[in-house]
């Protein structure tokens, strides 16, 4: 089995995909989704991942796409007996892209919601996203040791405009400073020249970035605020395919290949780990 990445598609031509693909949506005329017969007998499996999301998909020195969605898709590829096409996706035109046949499968942390389940079909879930309060064990306005010492006024907190911890602090530290950036960078830069005490985040989004800040005394608060589930999606009716890839990820998480792999690119266990259920 080998992989090839496919390259992005000019600003236009993606444009255009994009534009087609929702219409279609739209109108009912989705491309008919590949089933798995016509996978196997092509002998290619088409993934789209997002390079973007470190480390679920980066660029690696060769300049292809490689991370943690890559190694699934591989070793997914592999249990085929399959070639694997990397197609570079991004957030907004990842479903688009299932929906007009340019892809089999997406990956790229695509969280399980009800509206997305309207459009698209899920596998069960391949890994999870917990929101938890990263702070700092020292150099922080007050000691901070549970969530709860948050909703205090003297408390600095950042974040990242339209990220879901906002809402969970509007709900439980109202009373906190919100300082909101446009992006990760200047967020941890903030907390590292002590302008914010914590950030409430997903700990997947964090986790590479702290590594980028040697020498700050980072810490995660142990209690997860909130998980989510993520699957690997298919179009919508591609049933067959489904089915194979749900007994495909429990056998990955029966033999500890998911485990592994997130440690791999994470450097941590998955902070809410996947059940191992054999009922889906």
């Known amino acids: 089995m080998t992989d090839q990445t496919t390259p992005r598609l000019s600003r236009r031509s993606l444009v255009a995909g994009v534009a087609a693909g929702t219409a279609g949506a739209l109108l009912g005329l989705d491309a008919l989704a590949k089933p798995?017969?016509?996978?196997?007998a092509g002998k290619k499996l088409r993934a789209g991942i997002n390079p973007t999301l470190p480390p679920f998909g980066v660029f690696n020195a060769?300049?292809?796409?490689d991370?943690?969605?890559?190694?699934?898709?591989?070793?997914?590829?592999?249990?085929?007996?399959?070639?694997?096409?990397?197609?570079?996706?991004?957030?907004?035109?990842?479903i688009p892209f299932l929906q007009a046949d340019r892809i089999d499968i997406v990956l790229g942390a695509i969280t399980r919601t009800v509206e997305r389940a309207l459009v698209i079909d899920y596998t069960v879930p391949l890994h999870t996203q917990s929101v938890v309060v990263l702070t700092k064990a020292s150099g922080t306005s007050v000691p901070i040791n549970k969530p709860?010492?948050?909703?205090?006024a003297q408390v600095k907190?950042?974040?990242v405009r339209g990220t879901v911890g906002i809402p969970w602090i509007q709900a439980n530290a109202p009373q906190a400073q919100v300082t909101l950036l446009d992006n990760y960078p200047d967020t941890f830069r903030a907390l590292q020249q002590g302008r914010a005490d914590a950030m409430v985040d997903v700990l997947e989004s964090v986790v590479v970035p702290m590594k980028n800040f040697p020498g700050v005394p980072w810490?995660?608060?142990?209690?997860?605020l909130a998980s989510t589930w993520v699957g690997i999606g298919v179009q919508k009716g591609n049933t067959t395919l489904k089915d194979v890839l749900n007994v495909m990820l429990f056998e990955m998480h029966r033999t500890g290949f998911v485990g592994t792999t997130w440690e791999k690119w994470f450097g941590v266990p998955m902070k809410t780990p996947v059940p191992v259920n054999p009922m889906f």
Do not use: C, H, T, Y
């Not at 590829?77 to 694997?84: D, F, N, Q, S, Y």
């Not at 709860?148 to 205090?152: E, F, H, K, R, S």
């Not at 810490?219 to 997860?224: F, G």
């Open 148 to 152: 709860a010492d948050l909703a205090n």
């Open 219 to 224: 810490k995660v608060l142990d209690e997860v």
């Open 62 to 65: 060769q300049n292809q796409i």
């Open 36 to 40: 798995l017969a016509d996978v196997l």
């Open 67 to 94: 991370g943690f969605d890559a190694d699934i898709a591989r070793e997914i590829a592999r249990l085929m007996k399959v070639e694997l096409e990397i197609v570079q996706v991004g957030s907004p035109d990842r």
């Open 157 to 159: 907190l950042v974040q």
